[in-house]
């Protein structure tokens, strides 16, 4: 039996942030030449979660750190970067547009 106790709770993927600051980080300072559209960075993030194991939550533990180690998260990011980079899903004029 579900009791609803007026609680709002979501369903989240720990890697999901860590990709984000991750990629965001990269984009700044190692990858700040490359094209950081909306599209691009979101296939990056598509690309690096389907690279690492899902870590799923519902409530946040503060002792307990969730999700894949970084370096883990850190390598995906690269290669999720390179393979988006290597292959955009638009062309380059779209690109120095964006």
Not at 2 to 8: A, I, K, V
Not at 55 to 70: A, I, R, T
Request: net charge negative.
């Amino acid at each position: 039996m579900r009791e609803d106790s007026g609680m709002d709770y979501q369903v989240k993927n720990a890697n999901y942030e860590r990709v984000l600051t991750v990629m965001e980080k990269y984009l700044k300072e190692r990858y700040a030449h490359l094209c950081d559209c909306p599209r691009c960075t979101q296939d990056i993030v598509a690309i690096a979660l389907n690279y690492l194991p899902p870590h799923y939550y519902v409530d946040e533990e503060k002792d307990k750190e969730l999700g894949s180690p970084w370096v883990m998260v850190e390598t995906a990011v690269t290669e999720a970067i390179d393979k988006v980079m290597e292959n955009p899903n638009h062309s380059q004029y779209d690109r120095q547009s964006a």
